[in-house]
């Protein structure tokens, strides 16, 4: 079992709808959530971080944290053609240098 | 501001070459990571270093080798190129202590060992 799993996709929606992207873990230990966003041929971007659980708003993006069901979500709203890219999400641990991300998801948003 | 700068974007290996990805920083960041990124298989860490002079293995250490003798670069060394080190590299940093999960990645090598 990989510790971080995430559904690779491709999700693909139209303008407007709203997006929701996950990622389940094993490691209890995790303390540090992070979501990134990837473009095609570019580096990942930090796009969302949350410490333990809880949710966390910033724009049109809100990420949540549910440590009881090992559980992360990214949700997007009034997705545009320009989120179209791949979504990491990503987990560490405090006292930890490794960050453990998942296989990423890849989205598609149509004009 | 640059931020993480890598060099070559591109590059094709023959079997047994040896070759250098330079990585460089310019946010005066502690932290430095080199990751690669294999298709359906996320990023895997290959080797960090929480400052000069320090180095540690990550998680698919084998083949490769680094050093950090200045706080901005963080070169990683593949010696007797394998066609499983066909990857895309990237090397990222981040602040020392608290904030250090935070990660400032470079635009990637894509490498070939063919």
């Known amino acids: 079992q990989k510790e971080v799993e995430q559904d690779p996709g491709p999700l693909s929606v139209p303008e407007g709808a709203i997006v929701s992207l996950n990622c389940t873990y094993s490691?209890?230990?995790?303390?540090?959530f992070m979501w990134y966003r990837q473009y095609s041929r570019k580096g990942p971007e930090l796009l969302m971080y949350?410490?333990?659980?809880g949710n966390k708003e910033d724009g049109r993006f809100t990420a949540q944290v549910d440590k009881s069901s090992k559980y992360i979500s990214l949700f997007i709203r009034d997705s545009q053609p320009s989120d179209s890219a791949t979504y990491l999400c990503?987990?560490?641990?405090?006292?930890?240098?490794?960050?453990?991300f998942g296989a990423g998801t890849r989205l598609f948003v149509k004009a | 501001n640059a931020g993480v700068t890598q060099t070559p974007k591109f590059r094709i290996l023959k079997i047994g070459q040896s070759m250098t990805l330079q990585c460089t920083q310019d946010m005066n960041h502690n932290y430095m990571y080199w990751y690669r990124q294999d298709p359906g298989m996320g990023l895997k860490l290959i080797y960090y270093s929480v400052g000069a002079g320090i180095t540690d293995k990550g998680e698919v250490p084998n083949g490769y080798n680094v050093s950090r003798s200045t706080t901005e670069d963080f070169p990683l060394r593949l010696e007797l190129a394998a066609p499983s080190q066909t990857s895309v590299y990237f090397c990222?940093?981040?602040?020392?202590?608290?904030?250090?999960?935070?990660?400032?990645f470079g635009s990637g090598t894509q490498l070939s060992v063919l």
């Open positions: 990503a987990m560490s641990y405090t006292g930890g240098f490794k960050t453990i």
């Open positions: 949350t410490y333990s659980s």
């Open positions: 990222a940093s981040s602040y020392g202590g608290e904030g250090w999960e935070k990660l400032f």
């Open positions: 490691n209890s230990a995790f303390q540090y």
